[in-house]
């Protein structure tokens, strides 16, 4: 990477925002009804840089949440910044990286500092970080639904809106009646399976089932912290198995897939501690060719910005979890929701960074608490 611009740093701004989805979104962890987040502002040389964490209501995914990630970056993170901070975001990272874990909060300041640094620059975020298209090549998520037919009807609605790829969740004792139901109905498309870490070694014989169904992999079907189950399913599958939870730095990915617990790697810039982690990994994948994807965490039209961005590098060659605002929220805290064209593609904005105009008055509905951190002198 060549030189960026380090101007200093002279506040931090958080806002602990909730939202409401447009629907509840169910996974093998549990329903969610509302985004919880907090934003993150960082002015330096008269510009701003945004973000949000990735962590939701409740420590489900992970052990992250939006308040314990509140509670890192002011007791830890501030006190490690505080005497003076460049834009630099690989400077930030240095600084923190006494802390151990909590990415999505160390992300939550490394993602603004890289919007930052775009916009001091005068850059598109995706033109910074090496993008080779100017858009994402987009997928949906689909949570657990009432019944079939619910899940079948939502498919191929989201089909008709152009997705060019369909994932479902799956849990224990909900899985190979829904994927025989939707291949049934949808024999030719796209289609994954995610179990959020569900499943345990008695299930090894079960989930050999899965294969047969033509599926593009199936995500994490293990614990995050076993990658032994996973590289003994993928040796007992045609299926690839695509990681999400497991790999949390470049060095997990790179021993995962040398491993062979994984064929396919899912990138989340929070999960990874950010957007430079998140290219460390794209990299790896690519030299030892396993192809990647941008996953998803129900962000806002901020965190998207960041995902669309990196969906434009190289080795992004299955199409990520990122939608459009209104699969989402009614209302978005951006003033230009997101979008997606007939051929399921999410195009970057024109504007330096991330390239998004923030709702202010929008957000001060949204906000549970608000704090200022100053920085330096
Ligand atoms: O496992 O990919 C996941 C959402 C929250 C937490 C974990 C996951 C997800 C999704 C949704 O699958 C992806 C998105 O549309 O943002
Ligand atoms: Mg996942």
């Known amino acids: 990477m060549t030189s960026l611009p380090g101007e200093e740093v002279d506040k931090i701004t958080l806002i602990r925002i909730k939202l409401p989805y447009r629907e509840y979104f169910e996974t093998s962890f549990g329903r969610e009804y509302e985004k919880h987040t907090y934003l993150i502002i960082v002015e330096a040389g008269g510009d701003e840089g945004y973000s949000e964490t990735a962590a939701g209501h409740y420590p489900k995914y992970s052990y992250e949440s939006a308040d314990i990630d509140a509670f890192i970056v002011e007791k830890y993170i501030i006190p490690s910044i505080e005497e003076g901070l460049s834009t630099d975001p690989r400077e930030f990272m240095d600084k923190v990286s006494w802390i151990k874990g909590y990415n999505m909060a160390k992300a939550s300041i490394e993602m603004a500092l890289w919007d930052l640094t775009a916009k001091l620059m005068g850059k598109p975020l995706?033109?910074?970080?090496?993008?080779v298209r100017e858009y994402a090549n987009v997928g949906v998520s689909i949570g657990l639904q009432k019944d079939i037919d619910t899940l079948l009807s939502k498919i191929s609605s989201y089909l008709e809106e152009g997705y060019q790829r369909i994932k479902i969740k799956i849990s224990?004792?909900?899985d190979i009646e829904l994927v025989k139901a939707v291949r049934n109905e949808f024999p030719d498309i796209l289609l994954t399976v995610d179990a959020n870490g569900d499943y345990r070694a008695e299930d090894l014989e079960h989930l050999k089932k899965l294969d047969g169904y033509n599926l593009l992999y199936i995500e994490?079907?293990?614990?995050?912290?076993?990658?032994?189950?996973?590289?003994?399913l993928q040796?007992?599958?045609?299926?690839?198995?695509?990681?999400?939870?497991?790999?949390?730095?470049?060095?997990?990915a790179k021993e995962a897939i040398e491993m062979g617990a994984g064929k396919v790697i899912n990138i989340?810039?929070?999960?990874?501690?950010?957007?430079?982690?998140?290219?460390?990994?794209?990299d790896i994948s690519r030299d030892y060719g396993v192809g990647t994807w941008i996953g998803g965490m129900l962000e806002t039209g901020i965190g998207r910005g960041f995902n669309v961005a990196l969906a434009t590098l190289p080795n992004i060659i299955y199409p990520s979890d990122i939608s459009a605002s209104k699969r989402y929220f009614n209302r978005e805290i951006v003033t230009e929701p997101w979008e997606i064209d007939d051929k399921g593609r999410m195009w970057v904005r024109k504007g330096s960074g991330i390239g998004v105009e923030v709702d202010w008055k929008y957000i001060e509905k949204l906000t549970v608490w608000k704090k200022e951190y100053k920085i330096g002198g």
């Open 126 to 131: 995706y033109k910074l970080i090496g993008g």
């Open 172 to 174: 224990r004792g909900r």
């Open 220 to 232: 994490q079907p293990f614990p995050y912290w076993d990658l032994y189950l996973h590289s003994k």
């Open 235 to 252: 040796s007992m599958l045609e299926t690839k198995i695509c990681l999400d939870e497991s790999v949390y730095n470049s060095d997990l």
């Open 268 to 282: 989340k810039p929070g999960r990874v501690g950010g957007i430079s982690e998140s290219i460390a990994i794209h």
